[in-house]
């Protein structure tokens, strides 16, 4: 049964950085897509983008400027840079796998709360 | 980008009820379509995939259908378990979108 445990720094100010990483336990990593979605407090829920084994990436077009996602298949481990962020980035930010043909998205990781204040 | 517009935004309904949720695509998204069950501070999890298709151990209980670019998800008894916030989201074309949510809630 494969698990996703994501973490990374909880706390930033404006204009940092947000760094997350999500850990795949269990289960292939070459056979699907990781995505990266989040979601502010209360509100819904919005896709940033994916990458594969082979470090191939879709990003949203909304974030795509300050968006990076990463792999590091000797890990079974996939990255999460946004740069330059604001409040408005304040969000639960989520990982998740999704299959290499398609995009429904399962499972999840448990989520890191990323809140930008200064 | 695709807009999904989820309908009713909330629900109030009762142990034992046969509700139905639905999600209108702003464009032909084919059966490309998933939905997602949210309790609070928790993670989505996937209920139904390819419009209609039961992810494995979820209840059958809870059905997908599509009637062009319309889609619903039916729960056909409700269980106390079953309230929560219900997500679709499509995956035809990028970017990824997501409805803005139904809360389901106990009457």
């Known amino acids: 049964q494969v698990q996703l445990q994501q973490w990374g720094a909880g706390l930033l100010k404006p204009s940092e950085t947000l760094s997350l990483t999500c850990g795949v336990y269990?289960?292939?990593?070459?056979?699907?897509?990781w995505s990266w979605i989040r979601q502010p407090p209360g509100k819904g829920l919005e896709w940033i983008g994916k990458?594969?084994?082979?470090?191939?990436?879709n990003y949203n077009p909304s974030l795509k400027s300050r968006v990076t996602i990463s792999v590091d298949t000797s890990k079974n481990q996939f990255s999460l840079k946004l740069t330059s962020v604001t409040a408005a980035d304040t969000a639960v930010y989520y990982c998740?796998?999704?299959?290499?043909?398609?995009?429904?998205?399962?499972?999840w990781g448990q989520g890191t709360l990323v809140t930008v204040s200064s | 980008a695709i807009q999904l517009t989820q309908s009713p935004s909330s629900l109030s309904a009762s142990v034992g009820d046969r509700v139905t949720i639905t999600c209108r695509a702003s464009?032909?998204?084919?059966?490309?379509l998933a939905w997602y069950q949210q309790k609070p501070g928790k993670a989505p999890k996937l209920m139904i995939y390819?419009?209609?298709s039961l992810q494995s151990g979820v209840p059958s209980r809870f059905s997908g259908s599509v009637s062009g670019t319309d889609f619903s998800l039916t729960i056909s008894s409700l269980q106390p378990a079953d309230f929560a916030t219900y997500y679709c989201?499509?995956?035809?074309?990028?970017?990824?979108?997501f409805g803005q949510g139904t809360r389901l809630e106990i009457k």
């Open positions: 269990g289960g292939s990593f070459r056979d699907y897509y």
């Open positions: 989201q499509q995956f035809n074309t990028y970017p990824i979108t």
């Open positions: 998740a796998r999704s299959p290499l043909q398609t995009d429904w998205l399962d499972p």
């Open positions: 390819d419009a209609s």
């Open positions: 990458i594969n084994h082979s470090g191939s990436t």
């Open positions: 464009q032909d998204i084919s059966s490309a």
